[in-house]
């Protein structure tokens, strides 16, 4: 796990200080994969998760690769 976080695949998500969301997200040789999505139930509804697949969609845009949930 901690390979993850430093090589930037797996991201802890702060909101105010909490800890509220991971996620992790794989770049492969022929796309992106979006592995894992944790948000923590007082963050849920929040629209957290609607924003990082958004991220995560334009960062594959910009690699020219598909995203794969």
Do not use: N, S
Request: proline share 3%; hydrophobic share 45%.
């Amino acid at each position: 796990m901690w390979q993850d976080i430093v090589a930037g695949r797996l991201q802890i998500i702060e909101v105010e200080g909490e800890q509220a969301d991971l996620w992790h997200l794989d770049t492969l040789t022929d796309c992106f994969y979006l592995d894992q999505k944790f948000i923590v139930p007082k963050h849920q509804r929040r629209g957290i998760g609607a924003t990082l697949a958004t991220r995560a969609r334009k960062k594959a845009e910009l690699a020219r690769v598909p995203l794969q949930l």
